[in-house]
Each structure stands twice: as C-alpha cells, then as structure tokens.
C-alpha cells in the first residue's frame, strides 16, 4: 500500500488503533500500511515499550534466560529473534554483541549452531533462525558460511527442509515450520548483502516456497485435507511454529509475487477479521516470555498489522 491510497472507512480507525500501540507497531505500521519510512520511530524501539524491556532483561553473561536456548522462549536465541521481528535497529549495541557472542560460542562440531555444541548434528531449524537475526543484527558473511554450509546440507527431495533432517530419527518429508524458518533466514540474508553461496540459497528459496505452496500453505498435498488446524489459526509471537498468516507475511517480505495457490490461505485471513476490522490471536505457546500480550480472542495489534499488510500485497 503506497503512502498516496487513502485507506477505507473500515480501516481508519484500525490504523488509528495501530498508532496508538507500542512503538515498535507504530513503526512497522507508518513504514508498512503508510509507506513511510520513519527511522526516529525505529530508534525509540531500543528506548521504549517491548524492545527496551526485552533488551532490559539481558544478564550479566550476556545471554538472556539462561544461555543460548533456554528457557522457552526467554533464552538469547528466541529472544534475538523476537527483537528482530520487533524491528529493533540493526545496529543496537545489545544485540550486536550477542550475536557475536553466540557465533563465537555455540559452534557445533558439524559447522552449525546448536544448544550442545559437543553435538555433531546441529538442529536446521534452530540454523535457520539464527541465520535471520544474525544476519540482521550484522554477522559477518565469514562468521555465518558454516552455518550457511550447513543449512543448504539438508535440504530434503521435496524442496524443503525438516529439523529431524540431521538428527538420529532422520526425516524424508519436509516440515512447513522448519522450511519457513530456513526461508526466513535465506530473505534476511539475502536482503543485508551476503554472496557466500547465495545461488544456492536462493534456488533453496524457490524449492522452498513451492513446496509450501503444492500444499496450499495448509493442506495435504495428497488429499487436500487441512493438515492441522492450528496452521489456520492467528499467533503472535509466533516462535517457530507455523502458521498461514506468517507463512503469507514471510512471501510477502521476499517480494514474492501472488501466485493463485495462496488464495486458501488468503481467504482464511480474510474470514478471521472480526466485525471492527481488527484479527484476534489464538492461544500463545507454553513458555516463559520477557513481556506480556494481549490474551487470545481478543483484538490483538500485531496479527491485525500483518493481516493488514498481508492482504495489502496480494489483494483483499
């Protein structure tokens, strides 16, 4: 949606809601449902609201929760996550330095990130979210191709990827949440420069992504039965779990064009806003969390900023 479309009366007062949210809502939305880039906004995400609370709880050690991975969902690695996903400035100093910190530490023996670093199989699904917020928080190429070596290693024959991929129970058919944390990974890398081994990883995207859309984002490819139906259901934060609505947010990031087979999933999104125009999130996941959101059923900023420019993309 560019800065000159007026938006409709149904929207006006949702945007309105928007801008009255927590800092880092009001920046995504002027920057995503405005067109405006507003990097004052941005720099108060460090300073104010959620992100100086989550950035507030880092440990003497440096590592929040206690070390790389746990607790769920307070360790250093969720937690540089969802500052990501805050669009938190990539240059705050906190975040820099732990990414560092994890890149120097958490090495294990296969090239990868992992919680055992004497393990010689790291976990992808784990390496593809790491790769996005090391990458936006300013990684090195040098410090991430290990991890990137180590990503495009398993890549599955279905074009996708899967956690169990490298681990003893091994795996033959992708999963939706590890391919989409892995595609999120490769767009951020992408997006902040990096050329080690980027052709690959950008033909790894594409595989990716059809093999999330042979599924219609939801749904069996065999049978076309909904696979589960928490895929349909609305979540912030979302963690590393899957669902429809991050899925579309995450085509819409790499400035994927609309293909026909997103429709299901679009039309899900359309049918879960409520009468006031708002969205509502499903039940959050078991864990502990640096701040508190708003409880399932009830309107929620972010599920409504990413509908929003969700739909905004590929056409309400």
Same mark, same amino acid.
């Given at each position: ?64 929760? %206690? ?95 899967? $956690? ?44 990716? %992504?059809?093999?999330?859309? %042979? ?45 026909? %087979? ?50 905004? $993309?590929?056409?309400?």
């Amino acid at each position: 949606m560019s800065g000159d479309e007026v938006l409709d009366p149904v929207v006006d007062p949702v945007l309105d809601w928007l801008l009255a949210g927590d800092v880092a809502v009001q920046y995504q939305a002027t920057r995503d449902l405005l067109g405006s880039e507003t990097e004052p906004l941005r720099a108060r995400i460090a300073t104010e609201g959620d992100g100086a609370a989550i950035l507030a709880a880092r440990g003497a050690d440096g590592h929040w929760g %206690r070390g790389f991975y746990q607790p769920k969902w307070t360790s250093t690695h969720y937690t540089l996550l969802e500052l990501r996903n805050l669009g938190l400035p990539p240059d705050e100093p906190n975040a820099r330095d732990a990414v560092a910190m994890v890149l120097a530490d958490q090495k294990c023996l296969d090239g990868g990130l992992d919680p055992d670093r004497r393990t010689p199989r790291s976990d992808v699904c784990i390496n593809g979210m790491a790769v996005n917020y090391c990458a936006y928080f300013g990684a090195e190429t040098e410090q991430l191709a290990s991890v990137i070596d180590l990503v495009l290693a398993q890549r599955l024959p279905d074009g996708g990827f899967n $956690c169990r991929s490298n681990r003893r129970a091994g795996a033959t058919h992708s999963s939706v949440h590890t391919t989409l944390s892995v595609l999120e990974g490769i767009t951020t890398y992408r997006q902040t420069g990096h050329r080690y081994r980027l052709d690959d990883l950008l033909d790894a995207a594409e595989s990716s %992504r059809e093999f999330l859309l %042979r599924h219609r984002l939801y749904r069996s490819e065999g049978t076309g039965e909904v696979i589960r139906p928490e895929f349909t259901r609305l979540h912030h934060p979302t963690r590393w779990y899957y669902d429809v609505l991050r899925c579309l947010d995450a085509f819409r990031e790499a400035s994927f064009p609309h293909d026909p %087979r997103m429709d299901d999933a679009l039309a899900v999104i359309a049918k879960r806003r409520r009468s006031d125009g708002r969205w509502a999130a499903a039940s959050g996941y078991r864990g502990q969390a640096h701040v508190t959101y708003p409880r399932a059923g009830t309107p929620n900023r972010w599920v409504t900023l990413v509908a929003l420019r969700v739909l905004a $993309c590929y056409g309400e």
